[in-house]
Each structure stands twice: as structure tokens, then as C-alpha cells.
């Protein structure tokens, strides 16, 4: 309390009566971390006359000289230094007093450590030095402080960012201008291979994104994932930075690890006006990922509605098929879209397309009980009794994922309830062995849907090839 007050004769008396010097709190701090804490200079030097522990460190590590440095207590600062309290102390986070004293953008003690041999390349636990700090903080003044002073301007801490990553990452301008002029690297990488370009287009942030292209800053390198600055631009919606880089030139078709191009991604994330921005600056709506997926597939299987008309307006085929085959409106009909079943059909699509493995988008339907999806595609003369590879038609399918519903509908259009499907070199299922084949029960109610009672069902110990 003596130390908290500046009390210096009640300190003094207390020390007289055999008082602890360096007794401490539940938090480890001494009567000294409490004086520096105070800026109470007097009590201070009568401590450390008395010889107290001048490096004492509290619970997280601090020593007296860290608090007086987040204080801005530079007249403690100076006494403490004086008394030979460790200008390189670290906390248990690795945290010097330079470190301290520059995130809280204290400049007089800042410019005091550095001349009494603080080093500004000293690293946290996490690898950052002071730089770092004070890029986080947007602490302009003591960033230039440190970069005149010596200061490494592409130190990389543990996730191999650099002070300019961080910048960026904040959208200060001139922060990011001023450690481009001590020579930062606008190339640099993270450990996912993020150049700061790449952490200007996730935040958005389109002044930084146009300093750091001045200085140099590569325009189509890739992420770990094979995600250019655009890709991120797209993913994250971020028009003026996507459309700055376009106008830098940035490969609108440029594709990244699984063959995605920007445009898949803004489909993806269902940014409209970042796909229109793309489709007219050159961007292709043909391109296809790795499993053949066009945007359109996505846009189908995601039912993101306006994208799918913008790129059936810039000429997406509606009957592009994926490696497996498949149509967005399979898709489509898989996920029970029905307005996007209606957009793809009245733009052209074949409602009988079929994958290789011969499935049509009644068959998808079937599968999940997509009813209103089928009577969309019957209305197109979607045919109900087309075969896959296997022979399997639709009704079969409904009645191997025991879709009530669906089978209802099917045999109410006429399906054939006498179609057999090839099951191990010509053995042959009709529609109603399959559901007692899988489960039993459903027999009962297809039964009570066909109402032919007098179909009888056998257990096969095949297994059951659905396609």
C-alpha cells in the first residue's frame, strides 16, 4: 500500500519493523512491480536501495521494468535500468520490455531501450519481434522508430508472417507503405503460401491491394490450396479488390489445386456480382474442375438461383457433363431443386440425359422422393421407364431406397411394374423382390400401393447391385 501511495517514510518505517522487501501478492507482484506500476519513483529508489529484487517477475513473467515500459512510466524506466534491471527479460510468452513498449506505441521509452542496447529482432514464443507488434497495434510512429533503428523488416514469426502480412491484414496504408520503402518483400509467404496480396483480397481491403501491385506484388501465385489473390477475392465477395486485380490483368481462368477458377469459387459462395464481374472480364463458364464440374453444376446443385441465369446468359451449357456424367440438372433433380429443375429444362437441358452409368435425373429424383421434381420432368416427357447400365429404372430405384411416395407417383405415369434389371450375369430383380430384399417390411406397403397381392417375393443371398 506504502508502494501504491508513494509513501516513502511509511515505507521506509515498515522496512525499519523487519517488513518484507520483495513480499509478494497472489499474482507474484512485489512492491517494486507495484511502484513501477504507479510510476512512483521515490518508493522505487528507496526498493532497490534496500537492495529488492530488481528483476522480479510476477505470475505471467513480467518484470518490474515490463510494467513500468506498458505504463509509459519513463522516469521508473530509467531508474530501473539504472539499477541494472535486464533490458532483455522475457516473460512466459517471450515478451521483452522493446516488445511491450512498442505494441503499446510508447515512443520516449521505446527510443530509451533502443539506446541502452534493447535489440528490436528479439522474438515472442510465437516468433514475432517488436515489428510485429507494433504492426498489430498500428503503432506508424514506432514501426519507423524500429526500421531506423535496425530493425529485420521481414522477420517471420512462427506461422511465417511478416510484419507486412499483418499490415495488410489491417488495411493500414501506410504502414504497409512505409515497411515497402524499408524494403519489405511483397512476395513473402506464409506458411500457407498467403503473400500479403492474398491477405488484402480476404479483408477486402482495395487501397492496400493497389500499394502492394506497385511494389511488385505477384499477381496469380497460388495458396497451399491453389488459390490466387482472385480466388480469395471471389470467395470472400470482395468486388473492388477482385475487380482492381482484373484490371491489373489477373487471369480471370487461372485454376488452382482441384481446378477451380474464380468463378467456381464466386458461384460456390453465391457472390453474383463477383461472377458477373468475372464473366465480363473474360471469365469462362465452360471450365471445369477436376471432377468436371462447370459453375453451372454448382450453381445447380447449390440452387443459387441468380448466378445460374447470369451464366446461362454468358452461355453455360445446361447439358455439361462432369466426369461421372452428370448434368446440373441431375444435380439439380438430386437435390429437389425445383425452380432451378425449371430454369435448366426451359434453357435447353435434356431431361433424358443420362451418365455413364446411365442414370437420368428421374432416377436421382426417384432416389431421394424428389416428387415435385418428377412432375416437373414429366411435364418435359422425362420418360419414366429408362434403364441404367444395369437395368435399373426409376421405379426400381424408388423401390431399392423405399420411396413410397415416389413409387406411388411413378406407377401413377405408367411405369412398368413388370421391368427386370441384370443382377449377376443375367439373373434377374423386378421391382418388388428389390424392397424385400432390403428390408422386408416395405413389402407390405408397396404391396398396398401396386395392389398386386399375388406377386410373390424371394430373399437372394446375392448382394443387391443398385447400379
Known sequence: MASQGDHVDCARLLLYHKAQIDDVTVDYLTPLHVSAHCGNVKTAKLLLDRKCEVNARALNGFTPLHIACKKNRIKVVELLLKYGASIEATTESGLSPLHVASFMGHMNIVIFLIQHGASPDVTTVRGETALHLAARANQTDIIRILLRNGAFVDAKAREQQTPL????????????????????????????????????????????????????????????????????????????????LLQKEADPNVQGKNGLTPLHVATHYNHVNVALLLLENGASP??????????????????????????????????????????????????GHTDMVSLLLERGGNVNCKAKNGLTPMHLAAQEDRVPVAEILVKHNSETDQ??????????????????????????QGASVNATTKVHNHSYFSQLHIPTFRRPSYYCQIVSVTKQTNIVCYLFAVPCVLW
Do not use: W
Not at 189 to 210: F, Q, R, W
Not at 389 to 395: I, M, N, Q, S
Open 387 to 412: 434403364q441404367t447400365k444395369a437395368g435399373y429404372t426409376p421405379l426400381h430405384t424408388a423401390c431399392h431406397f423405399g420411396q413410397i411416395n415416389m413409387i406411388r407417383f411413378l406407377l401413377e
Open 165 to 244: 502480412h499483418i499490415a495488410s491484414r489491417l488495411g493500414n496504408v501506410d504502414n504497409v507503405q512505409l515497411l515497402l520503402q524499408h524494403g519489405a518483400s511483397a512476395e513473402a509467404t506464409t506458411k500457407d503460401l498467403y503473400t500479403p496480396l492474398h491477405i488484402a483480397a480476404k479483408e477486402g481491403h482495395e487501397e492496400v491491394a493497389s500499394v502492394l501491385l506497385e511494389h511488385g506484388a505477384p499477381l496469380n501465385n497460388t495458396t497451399k490450396k491453389g488459390f490466387s489473390p482472385l480466388h480469395i477475392a471471389s470467395k470472400y465477395g470482395n468486388i473492388r479488390v477482385a475487380r482492381l
Open 286 to 335: 465452360h471450365c471445369t474442375a477436376k471432377n468436371g464440374y462447370t459453375p453451372l453444376h454448382i450453381a445447380a446443385k447449390k440452387n443459387q438461383m441468380d448466378i445460374a441465369t447470369t451464366l446461362l446468359e454468358y452461355s453455360a451449357k445446361p447439358d455439361a457433363e462432369s466426369r461421372n456424367g452428370f448434368t446440373p440438372l441431375h444435380l439439380a433433380s438430386q437435390e
